[in-house]
Each structure stands twice: as structure tokens, then as C-alpha cells.
């Protein structure tokens, strides 16, 4: 039996949202990259429609820090867009930022192997 694309299946339902970013710090800027950006995924993770929010850093390059978010739908992203915390780390992340932060976004359906 088919599972409807809604049913949620394992605490993630079959259609979501993926948001993938990074930004390259500076030498003298990466601890306060890191500390803002734990802040921004501990505050987005109590966001309505957030599946997943986490930040890593790359192991090949020690000042580039990589975003991974999964959102229930658009219109939950939408709304964590809006919120001013959310703006204002944007804002702050590209003022300590190398170059200028990276991101997509991804309509994704889950896919079982």
C-alpha cells in the first residue's frame, strides 16, 4: 500500500523543504562565526515547521562553516525568513564574512531505496 505524499513517515513527512548554505570566515572572525551561527540553529530549531536545523564545519577548510535545514514547507520557511533574529544573523554572518554567504533551497520529496 502506497503511502500518501502528507503521511508522516518516521518523524518526517514525505515532502519537505531542504536549505543548504555555507560562509568562509576570516581568520579572525571564524569564533564569532561559529558562536553566532549555534545561536541562530538552537533558536531555529524552536521554530514552527523546523524538521532539522544543524551548521558543521568543513573538515577541508577549517573557516568555512556549512548549514543543512529541513523544513516541513514553504510557508514555514517563509515565516523563519521573517523573523528579525533570522535577518539579523544574515546581516551579522555577511559582515564577518570572507565572500558572501552561499545558499539553496530545495523542494525535495523523500525517496526510499
Not at 540553529?41 to 558543521?56: A, D, I, N, Y
Not at 528579525?84 to 564577518?96: P, Q
Amino acid at each position: 500500500m502506497a503511502l500518501d505524499v502528507k503521511q508522516e513517515l518516521g518523524g518526517y513527512r514525505r515532502l519537505m523543504i531542504i536549505v543548504t548554505g555555507s560562509v568562509l570566515a576570516r581568520p579572525e572572525t571564524i569564533d564569532d562565526v561559529t558562536t553566532q551561527s549555534l545561536d541562530h540553529v538552537h533558536r531555529s530549531r524552536q521554530e514552527s515547521g523546523c524538521l532539522l536545523h544543524s551548521v558543521h564545519r568543513d573538515v577541508e577548510n577549517p573557516l568555512r562553516l556549512v548549514f543543512l535545514e529541513h523544513w516541513r514547507d514553504q510557508e514555514s520557511l517563509r515565516a523563519h525568513f521573517n523573523v528579525d533574529a533570522s535577518r539579523d544573523f544574515a546581516h551579522n554572518l555577511t559582515a564577518l564574512a570572507a565572500a558572501p554567504p552561499e545558499i539553496s533551497v530545495y523542494d525535495a520529496s523523500l525517496v526510499k531505496l
